[in-house]
């Protein structure tokens, strides 16, 4: 698999409009025929999350094609030659999984496009951005072809920048649709309104909660990819859902949801605790002078964590696969189709969400001054995720009180990542020692972390 990232801008004009003069642009085009069939499950759970899937035949890149939302006019797409069949390669099948939680990718529509493409060119030639000019003629299976025409400027955001105000002076307007398949299967976005003030207090909750249920599903993809910080975030998303659903669990109940959702955090937190702990310690080898990292220091740490994380990865890879991680994005994906909501959801957010994220506050207050540190943390992040979900009804209180649980909660993780590691510094010094290293650097490590959670604890305060 190959992967690049795709920033462009789709317009549309009248078929008589003619391209503007741009600068840089080289003036003999190319030409080209694409014929792409496109996949989806037969309701179109990949494509109304923004992603596409396609075999196209034509153009210097022909090949299985998968697009995935990377952030505002931009996507990721992951390229797989043509294999000569029909069927959607493995690797595709295996990515999308938590989008179509094992339905069948099928053929949705087919695309035909006459392109001519231009080069946008800089100093010394270099290539910046690429213009193109497609005929599209576009079908959904079983319908009638419709015809349009779309501009699409790919490349350097700078250029896409410089090329909008001539192509708008042309009469070439922005796209609605984000993508060609998007518009030949007249899809609606399955992202929610932003609640304001006049939110009612369910509709609140569940526009947060469906934020989260789709960043579960993109960070999905992301860890079968193996990219940076991926389990983490995935882990994030799942505490922030979870988080959200306890705090107001009286205005949308869920009964055994939030054991499910606590299972998948636990399952991905080996993974992610290995990489906090590895940063962690290579971070403070890296402020130590050179006279006090005696031995072979980082070559130990490489050889206690690369087989655990290893491990850790190979585990979290098998609970994506599992029915009951699949079971849990159906539970999900009901849950945001058709919450199951209480009286009290539909009173107003601004009086109702207060009441809820006070009860959890108190939790907060009686754990940390009964000394329970690490479970007063936990209580922190819940009200923490409860207030940014309040944010766009409650407005600046909300966001101050927030940020003050930020701290409490960064306080917390600090005590707590030092709890952890000194054991295991421990134990790294002793393997060291007997294998006849000097174990010097990690008992010199261990005072630091106590140190550390002697100055969390005394700093951390709440009320």
Not at 18 to 24: Q, R, T, Y
Not at 166 to 174: K, Q
Not at 404 to 423: I, L, M, N
């Amino acid at each position: 698999m190959r992967t690049q990232r795709e920033i462009e801008r789709k317009y549309e004009a009248d078929s008589d409009a003619e391209i503007p003069e741009l600068p840089g642009v080289v003036a003999e085009p190319q030409r080209e025929t694409l014929d792409a069939v496109y996949y989806d499950t037969a309701d179109l759970r990949l494509i109304r999350s923004g992603l596409t899937l396609r075999r196209r035949e034509g153009g210097e890149d022909e090949g299985w094609h998968l697009k995935v939302p990377a952030g505002k006019d931009t996507r990721d797409e992951i390229h797989i030659p043509l294999n000569g069949k029909t069927d959607p390669p493995k690797q595709f099948t295996d990515l999308t999984l938590g989008y179509t939680r094992g339905a069948k990718l099928q053929p949705v529509a087919q695309i035909k496009t006459e392109r001519t493409r231009w080069e946008i060119v800089g100093e010394k030639g270099k290539l910046l951005a690429e213009l193109t000019d497609d005929q599209v003629t576009a079908a959904a299976c079983g319908s009638d072809a419709v015809s349009w025409r779309e501009i699409e400027v790919e490349g350097d955001p700078a250029v896409l920048d410089r090329t909008e105000k001539p192509l708008r002076s042309a009469g070439f307007h922005r796209s609605k649709a984000p993508s060609k398949l998007a518009r030949v299967l007249d899809t609606k976005s399955t992202k929610p309104e932003r609640p304001d003030r006049k939110a009612r207090a369910g509709k609140a909750v569940m526009a947060y909660v469906t934020e989260q249920v789709e960043k579960i599903k993109h960070y999905d993809v992301l860890v079968r990819q193996d990219a940076d910080d991926a389990v983490h975030q995935l882990r994030v998303a799942t505490r922030r859902l979870r988080s959200a659903l306890r705090v107001y669990a009286k205005l949308i109940p869920i009964g055994d949801l939030s054991a499910e959702l606590q299972w998948l955090g636990q399952r991905l937190s080996t993974a992610r605790d290995l990489e906090v702990q590895h940063e962690r310690m290579r971070a403070a080898i890296s402020t130590l002078p050179t006279e006090l990292v005696v031995g072979p220091v980082e070559a130990r740490l490489t050889r206690h964590f690369a087989p655990e994380q290893e491990k850790a990865r190979k585990a979290v890879l098998q609970t994506l696969r599992s029915k009951r991680y699949l079971q849990l994005l159906d539970r999900l994906e009901t849950l945001v189709t058709a919450p199951p909501t209480t009286k009290k959801a539909n009173r107003r957010a601004r009086k109702e969400l207060p009441k809820h994220l006070s009860r959890a506050e108190r939790k907060i207050s009686r754990r940390f001054n009964a000394g329970e540190i690490h479970r007063a943390r936990k209580a922190a992040k819940r009200v923490r995720y409860g207030l940014e979900l309040a944010v766009p009804v409650l407005g600046k209180p909300a966001d101050k009180a927030r940020k003050r649980a930020k701290t409490f909660t960064k306080q917390g993780g600090e005590y707590q990542d030092s709890v952890v590691a000194r054991p295991l510094l421990r134990a790294l010094g002793m393997q060291a020692h007997a294998a006849g290293e000097n174990g010097f650097t990690f008992g010199l490590l261990h005072g630091r972390e106590e140190a550390v959670a002697e100055r969390a604890q005394r700093e951390m305060r709440w009320g």
